[in-house]
């Protein structure tokens, strides 16, 4: 237990979420294993902290994000007329994730997003990505998620 302590002590995790601070409790049980969770409102926001910050050992990604904080305020400013529509910033965020920044972490989609397509493509593009509903996940759910894909990846390397 202590040395499992002493090697999560400086992980971060990014969790990319606009109703994070409703969803906060989720990851509760997560924190208590010594992961701290860094919330990203937009896809901007969690752009710039995966370009400034490089000790991420996981990302959980919402699909259906806005672009900046400003769509978060002024509703008029969201421009969704589909579902895939909806998706579009987060698959923006997946691709620069793997495509640009190469990073070799597990995702975890946390959504409620309903395009299995979409979906199935993101994680079909590589290893470590998984989908869980967002609806009726409990903290005990995203723990044993989280815990998980980190150890596969962690057994893997």
Same mark, same amino acid.
């Given at each position: 237990m202590k =040395?499992?302590k =002493? ?5 971060k995790?990014?969790?990319v979420?606009?109703?994070?601070y409703?969803l906060?409790?989720l990851?509760k049980k997560v924190?208590k294993?010594g992961?701290?969770?860094?919330p990203a409102?937009?896809y901007?926001e969690?752009k710039? *902290? *995966?370009k400034? @910050?490089?000790?991420f050992c996981m990302i959980v *990604? ?6 900046s @904080?400003?769509?978060?305020?002024d ?13 579009k910033n987060? #698959? ?11 990073l070799d972490?597990?995702?975890?989609i ?9 979906i ?6 590589r290893k470590? #990505?998984k989908?869980i509903? =967002?609806?009726g996940t409990l903290?005990i759910?995203?723990k ?7 150890k596969?990846k962690?057994?893997?390397?």
């Amino acid at each position: 237990m202590k =040395k499992e302590k =002493k090697l999560n002590q400086f992980k971060k995790i990014l969790w990319v979420e606009d109703d994070y601070y409703h969803l906060k409790g989720l990851f509760k049980k997560v924190e208590k294993k010594g992961f701290s969770v860094i919330p990203a409102r937009s896809y901007i926001e969690a752009k710039t *902290l *995966l370009k400034n @910050e490089s000790e991420f050992c996981m990302i959980v *990604l919402d699909l259906i994000i806005p672009y900046s @904080e400003s769509t978060l305020v002024d509703p008029d400013l969201k421009n969704i007329e589909t579902n895939d529509d909806a998706t579009k910033n987060g #698959v923006l965020l997946f691709d620069f994730i793997i495509d640009e920044l190469k990073l070799d972490i597990p995702i975890l989609i946390l959504t409620m997003a309903q395009t299995p397509n979409i979906i199935n493509n993101l994680i079909s593009r590589r290893k470590f #990505v998984k989908k869980i509903e =967002k609806s009726g996940t409990l903290p005990i759910d995203v723990k044993r998620q989280v815990m998980e894909m980190i150890k596969l990846k962690n057994i893997k390397n």
